[in-house]
């Protein structure tokens, strides 16, 4: 497999992440859990997930649908493409130093997801990483 189809993978699989933020507030019961919080608290976290969920796709729809440009060496790309690993290597980081082991521990499901996402997020900073390799040669 060559590293445009991997970045186009990945950009699938950001977009599907993306598209799937709209689905996590049903999952984890926010409305509920949201309640205890100021209005304010409640909109910021709103809003939030919801730029988190279009960055992912727009991050997704960019690998996915201009992958040459991307690759291509220009400085356009080594500074977006520098910023794109820095991204994915402090949301690996975040996986084990910002979730607490307490959190998956114990509950099958959310092992699993766990160590997805952790494998996720390693296979997304490879791939940019070489693709950020690739337009500095």
Same mark, same amino acid.
């Given at each position: 497999?060559?590293?445009?189809?991997?970045?186009?993978?990945?950009?699938?699989?950001?977009?599907?992440?993306?598209?799937?933020?709209?689905?996590?507030?049903?999952?984890?019961?926010?409305?509920?859990?949201?309640?205890?919080?100021?209005?304010?608290?409640?909109?910021?976290?709103?809003?939030?997930?919801?730029?988190? @969920? !279009?960055? %992912?796709?727009? *991050?997704? &729809?960019?690998? /996915?649908? +201009?992958?040459? =440009?991307?690759?291509?060496?220009? $400085?356009?790309?080594?500074?977006?493409?520098?910023?794109?690993? @820095? !991204?994915? %290597?402090?949301? *690996?980081? &975040?996986?084990? /130093?910002? +979730?607490?082991? =307490?959190?998956?521990?114990?509950? $099958?499901?959310?092992?699993?997801?766990?160590?997805?996402?952790?494998?996720?997020?390693?296979?997304?900073?490879?791939?940019?990483? /070489?693709?950020?390799?690739?337009?500095?040669?």
């Amino acid at each position: 497999m060559t590293l445009h189809l991997h970045i186009q993978i990945v950009g699938a699989l950001l977009l599907s992440l993306g598209i799937a933020h709209s689905l996590f507030s049903r999952y984890f019961g926010w409305k509920k859990e949201l309640l205890s919080l100021s209005l304010l608290t409640h909109r910021i976290f709103l809003v939030h997930n919801f730029f988190i @969920a !279009l960055i %992912l796709a727009m *991050l997704g &729809i960019c690998s /996915l649908f +201009y992958t040459d =440009a991307l690759l291509d060496p220009t $400085p356009l790309s080594r500074v977006l493409l520098s910023g794109i690993v @820095a !991204l994915w %290597l402090f949301r *690996l980081a &975040i996986q084990f /130093l910002v +979730y607490d082991a =307490a959190i998956w521990r114990g509950r $099958p499901f959310y092992t699993f997801m766990h160590v997805a996402f952790s494998l996720f997020w390693v296979y997304v900073a490879i791939a940019y990483s /070489l693709a950020l390799r690739q337009v500095w040669v």
